[in-house]
T-cell receptor, first 117, second 114 residues
Framework: AQKITQTQPGMFVQEKEAVTLDCTYD???????LFWYKQPSSGEMIFLIY??????QNATEGRYSLNFQKARKSANLVISASQLGDSAMYFC??????????????FGTGTRLKVLA | GAGVSQSPSNKVTEKGKDVELRCDPI?????LYWYRQSLGQGLEFLIY????????KSGLPSDRFSAERTGGSVSTLTIQRTQQEDSAVYLC????????????FGPGTRLTVT
């Protein structure tokens, strides 16, 4: 079973509008973290936002917010006031602890966002 | 520059040859991560180091893959007897320590096995 599921392979949004990128996850851990990364066509991965499983407030970073619904195991990324520079691939990821006290990271397959002028 | 650097940026090798990929993390970052991104796919987590120690090597795809880090800085990922399925972009990232959430990624090494 997929641990991180991004069901939208591609999305379009009009410039200046908001867009939501979906992410659901699967874990039996109580303590975990959820991330979103942006990968422009240049290839470099850029950290956007993080949500810890015990955080009660949804994470926000500028125009990015993470809509964390723990019971539904979803961690959707909301980008407000989209800009042309937001066109990129977006990856949802999860950090889980392991029995040996280390971490492992699981990434989704990504959503390609295109912002239209 | 102050970012994560990787070398080479591109590597073409023949099937069966060994390759070494290098990652130079941000100065002062004690945690270093290796990922693999196959064409059109998400990232596959391979291994991470805290200092010179890799606490869990189970993410390495096979025993042909090994990684080391010396001096708490530069890391090398070695692939022995390369296969065509090893063709991918290998990304390295670093963070202040293993508990830090923000990882800084390098530009990657594109490996092509012919």
């Amino acid at each position: 079973a997929q641990k991180i599921t991004q069901t939208q392979p591609g999305m379009f949004v009009q410039e200046k509008e908001a867009v939501t990128l979906d992410c659901t996850y699967d874990t039996s851990d109580q303590s975990y973290g959820l991330f979103w990364y942006k990968q422009p066509s240049s290839g470099e991965m850029i950290f956007l936002i993080y949500q810890g499983s015990y955080d009660e407030q949804n994470a926000t970073e500028g125009r990015y917010s993470l809509n964390f619904q723990k019971a539904r195991k979803s961690a959707n990324l909301v980008i407000s006031a989209s800009q042309l520079g937001d066109s990129a691939m977006y990856f949802c990821a999860m950090r889980e602890g392991t029995a040996s006290g280390t971490y492992k990271y699981i990434f989704g397959t990504g959503t390609r966002l295109k912002v239209l002028a | 520059g102050a970012g994560v650097s990787q070398s080479p940026s591109n590597k073409v090798t023949e099937k069966g040859k060994d390759v070494e990929l290098r990652c130079d993390p941000i100065s002062g970052h004690t945690a270093l991560y290796w990922y693999r991104q196959s064409l059109g796919q998400g990232l596959e987590f391979l291994i991470y180091f805290q200092g010179n120690s890799a606490p869990d090597k189970s993410g390495l795809p096979s025993d042909r893959f090994s990684a080391e880090r010396t001096g708490g800085s530069v890391s090398t990922l070695t692939i022995q007897r390369t296969q065509q399925e090893d063709s991918a972009v290998y990304l390295c990232a670093s963070s202040f320590n293993q508990w830090t959430v923000e990882q800084y990624f390098g530009p990657g090494t594109r490996l092509t096995v012919t």
